[in-house]
């Protein structure tokens, strides 16, 4: 973390757990675990349907309401579709993009996710954008390359202004609900060569305002060792941000540093 030049950021992703009528037991049990003083942005992500209730319920908690994947699109006639603008009038501030499973179960590319996080940044919302190797990549030893690919992609005609306001996850895809962690010299390996593409792209000064997170079985155990990496300035956490005193613990352990 370097909280000189960026901020550090808790993201959970709920993905397709959890009910709109959970979420205010869920934070009010949040609450109770919290800690006093924060040292970073808590979000949670949850699907669309359950932001009104996160909007309400996190504003006692300090926790800025997610969306988990928006369309493309801006409007009209696209049934199922929920556009960046709908998010950001029930109050969502922040939204994933590229999470793997969409890449996977939904065939989303690099260039759709491009459209996604430009959608949401016109309407001025953070995009989280997700990138992370399989695990057939790293053991070939191609995870640098593909990192570096889908950053570029990713960011294909975002200005240095809009960069800024994007939030990277690196989630090894490996890593993701399997219990299997990177350790945090590879986590760091890879953020510090996500901010060394943002470098080449962007500058410096840009480089060093962007907020990189690490996703793949955080947990309550292992947070503080990953979020004391210099380049990795928060966390993008599934399985875990199901749990309050869990999610409350990772949000504790960037008092560090
Ligand atoms: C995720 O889905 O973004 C994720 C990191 O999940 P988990 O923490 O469960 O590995």
Redesign the pocket.
């Given at each position: 973390m370097n909280r000189k030049y960026r901020k550090t950021v808790i993201a959970g992703?709920w993905?397709m757990n959890q009910l709109a009528s959970g979420v205010k037991p869920f934070i009010e049990e949040l609450k109770e675990h919290m800690p006093k003083t924060r040292s970073c942005d808590v979000v949670l992500c949850t699907p669309a349907v359950m932001i009104p209730a996160m909007v309400k319920a996190g504003k006692d908690c300090r926790v800025a309401a997610g969306g988990e994947d928006v369309s493309k699109f801006e409007k009209g006639a696209y049934t199922g579709e929920i556009s960046a603008d709908m998010l950001a009038d029930v109050g969502a501030k922040y939204c994933?993009v590229g999470?793997?499973?969409r890449r996977e179960y939904h065939h989303e590319s690099d260039s759709l996710v491009n459209e996604k996080a430009k959608a949401l940044l016109a309407k001025g919302i953070a995009p989280i954008i997700?990138v992370g190797e399989s695990l057939e990549q790293r053991e070939k030893n191609l995870t640098m390359e593909y990192i570096a690919y889908q950053v570029c992609a990713a960011l294909s005609g975002i200005d240095g202004t809009q960069v800024r306001r994007c939030i990277i996850?690196y989630?090894p895809i490996w890593?993701?609900?399997?219990?299997k962690?990177a350790t945090a010299e590879q986590a760091e390996e890879v953020c510090c060569e996500i901010r060394a593409v943002i470098r080449r792209l962007y500058g410096a000064r840009s480089a060093r305002a962007v907020s990189i997170l690490y996703?793949?079985?955080?947990?309550a155990k292992n947070a503080a060792e990953l979020l004391a990496q210099p380049d990795i300035d928060g966390?993008?956490?599934?399985?875990?941000?199901l749990k309050p005193a869990d999610f409350a613990t990772i949000v504790a352990a960037t008092a560090q540093g």
């Open positions: 992703n993905k994933i999470h793997s499973e997700c996850a989630e890593a993701i609900g399997t219990g962690t996703g793949g079985s955080m947990n966390g993008l956490i599934g399985g875990a941000s």
